[in-house]
Nanobody, 118 residues
């Protein structure tokens, strides 16, 4: 059993910054990748950014240069530093972890709301 605990969402004005974090705990042998997706009202869930155990990253073009993902492998924690936030970044942000425990699993966090509004 694996638990994901997310934190860091909130309401901010355009141009502000937020930092999301997601900590994985439980029966974890190794983590393949950790990442963040988001879903805005009426839209499909989309990849924001993810990072492999080796540090390789994939990200959406819309966040290039503004968002930075990082991870602490010792703590099984992933962070998303979001700068220069825009109203179109408003969404529920979900942590996603692909790992090996008793088998190969993919887990989703409960989601954290990020609202960018003046």
């Amino acid at each position: 059993q694996v638990q994901l605990v997310e934190s860091g969402g909130g309401l901010v004005q355009p141009g502000a910054s937020l930092r999301l974090s997601c900590a994985a705990s439980g029966s974890i042998f190794s983590i393949n990748y950790m990442g963040w997706y988001r879903q805005a009202p009426g839209k499909q869930r989309e990849l924001v950014e993810r990072i492999t155990s080796g540090g390789s990253t994939n990200y959406a073009d819309s966040v290039k240069g503004r968002f930075t993902i990082s991870r602490n492998n010792a703590k099984n924690t992933v962070y998303l530093q979001m700068n220069s936030l825009k109203p179109e970044d408003t969404a529920v942000y979900y942590c996603n972890v692909d790992l090996v425990g008793s088998g190969w699993y993919n887990y989703w966090g409960q989601g954290t709301q990020v609202t960018v509004s003046s």
